[in-house]
């Protein structure tokens, strides 16, 4: 596609359970990375990929949080045990390389009920 | 205290005003972006900038590496222009981008 892309656009799921929020970067984008926004806030980082292997997941805040990027281009943000905290917009961005423009997609909303 | 600062917060302006939003970081940066992001829409890529000064059309995005500070400038400003600005910085010898709160920008008629 012509940009990234991230589904589901909008999820809606209950208190421990878990989910997986996917991420299709623009073809040919080496670069991969997942943030977090909460309510008027700034986005937070979350992991950063180069190719397969993360290169900085610093950012995932537990061990229920998880993403990986098996063939360097589709990425999948995983969370167990969902909490009413992890509700949030998780975006995704992907660039050509390191130390390049981010392109941003529209964001998945996660509302834990 | 924040690594990246933005000011106004909120900013209000009629229509054709100039308007400038300010961003000021604590950190050695390689690069500093300005985003775009309307009400329930993703991130657009402004700028992206390391020294000086770069133009697009109304937008004007000012560094100063010294001072650690940057500015967005919005000439002939326009009701479309009402979004919420975010200044993001990448640190020296790092990939991901921090943010600043964002400054929400609302242009009337």
């Known amino acids: 596609g012509a940009g990234v892309s991230q589904t589901p656009s909008n999820k809606v799921t209950e208190k421990g359970k878990y989910v997986e929020l996917r991420c299709d970067p623009i073809?040919?984008?080496?670069?991969l990375y997942w943030y977090r926004q909460s309510l008027g806030q700034g986005p937070e980082f979350l992991i950063y990929f180069q190719g397969t292997g993360a290169a900085d997941d610093s950012g995932l805040p537990n061990d229920r949080f998880f993403a990986v990027r098996p063939e360097g281009s589709v990425s999948t943000l995983k969370i167990q045990r969902t909490e009413r905290g992890d509700s949030a917009v998780y975006l995704c961005?992907?660039?050509?390389?390191?130390?390049?423009?981010?392109?941003f997609g529209q964001g998945t909303r996660l509302t834990v009920v | 205290k924040n690594e990246v600062e933005q000011s106004p917060q909120n900013l209000t302006a009629q229509e054709g005003e100039f308007i400038t939003i300010n961003c000021s970081y604590s950190?050695?940066?390689?690069?500093l972006h300005w985003l775009q992001q309307h009400p329930g829409g993703g991130i657009v890529s402004l700028f992206m900038?390391?020294?000086g000064k770069k133009k697009h059309g109304r937008l004007i995005a000012t560094i100063n590496i010294q001072e650690k500070h940057s500015s967005l400038h919005i000439t002939a400003s326009h009701p479309r222009d009402s979004a919420v600005y975010i200044c993001?910085?990448?640190?020296?010898?790092?990939?991901?981008?921090?943010f600043g709160q964002g400054t929400r920008l609302t242009i009337n008629p």
């Open positions: 961005a992907s660039s050509p390389g390191p130390n390049t423009e981010a392109f």
């Open positions: 900038l390391s020294s």
């Open positions: 993001a910085v990448r640190g020296q010898g790092a990939q991901k981008l921090v």
């Open positions: 073809s040919g984008h080496t670069a």
């Open positions: 950190v050695g940066i390689s690069a």
